[in-house]
């Protein structure tokens, strides 16, 4: 028997039944498996029928943590999407970090795994051992961000964490994500396959406690763990500027994606590189229990999108609104 990092308890929903259960963890694939990565494959691999479409009631939908998820451990917070890809008729595994794969393992679950199609939009509610489908035609249509607000508020607690489509998902648009707080589980089409099973969102709300086979020892190993962290050099670089150094670094390196791959040196990527975001830096978010912080909130103060405000943007999203597309202008890569 498993003695610290799981529940043993895997959720089972079945949309087009409405069948809820709580089944044990295979302990022998959990070992054998460890983590998300390895548990959600398996379970694709053994259930999903083969050749099955991916907008199919049948295909798998497994959202799945880890053993150190849930813990003080910092950077343990990446929650495993594992489906069939609508995009690439293959496998496709994405990460999210952020609270929800947390407070998921922390609702007493370590995976979820979600079949069939509802008749309407649903949404799927966990709140420890509540676990009810509930209507979401009152946010069908909704973008992710307003979807996230109006179940919050329908659950009737803030600290509950969403993992939700917008339009593109609903419309099975092959590359939608899924977002958690204002983090994807991007590409793929994860997106699609939840919209596919009239899924609109996952809202959670866990206050359970992971059990561990050590507390003490486990407790003095993540102190030292995060006083190394506290005193690294390259934890105060990355808290500073976040993801927005491969701005800077990719571009002297000569290949940071500008115009549309034309090149790979951008002559605007000071303006929205690591010091400009600096300059546009609020406030900072970190990921559960995570001791480096480097999620930015950067606003614009004037100009033609005063009042903007985003989490990020990240590297990502500084090259695909920036150089890509041959922009230079900080503001309003944080107000798209």
Known sequence: MIKGGFHGQVL???????????????????????????????????????????????????FFTSPLMGTKTPCCVK????????????ILMSFSGGHFGPELKLSGYDGIVVVGKAKHPVYLHINNDDVQIKDARFVWGKDTVETQEMLQDAFGDKAAKVAAIGPAGENLVRFACVA??????????????????????????????????????????????????????????????????????????????????????????????MDACLDAETGHKACYFCPIGCSA?????????????????????????????????LPAIIAW
């Open 79 to 90: 929650c495993t999407l594992v489906t069939k890809s609508p995009l690439t008729q293959t």
């Open 12 to 62: 089972r929903v079945d949309l087009s039944s409405g069948d809820i259960q709580s089944q044990p963890l295979d302990e022998a694939i959990a070992l054998k498996f460890l983590g998300g990565r390895g548990y959600g494959a398996k379970i694709l691999y053994d259930e999903n029928p083969p050749g099955v479409d991916p907008y199919s009631p049948e295909n798998r939908l497994v």
């Open 297 to 329: 909130v950067r606003s614009v103060t004037k100009g033609p999108y005063a009042g903007a405000s985003s989490e990020g943007p990240e590297y990502e999203t500084l090259y695909a609104f920036g150089s890509q597309c041959g922009n230079d202008y």
């Open 180 to 273: 958690n707080d204002r983090r994807t589980f991007g590409r793929g089409g994860s997106g699609a396959v939840m919209g596919a099973k009239n899924l609109k969102a996952i809202i959670v709300r866990g206050t359970k406690s992971v059990k561990l086979f050590d507390e003490p020892a486990f407790n003095s190993l993540v102190t030292e763990i995060r006083k190394r962290f506290k005193q690294s050099e390259a934890v105060k670089y990355f808290r500073k500027y976040g993801t927005s150094y491969g701005i800077d670094t990719y571009n002297e390196l000569g290949f940071l994606p500008t115009r549309n791959f034309q090149s790979g040196v951008f002559e605007g990527a000071s303006q929205v590189g």
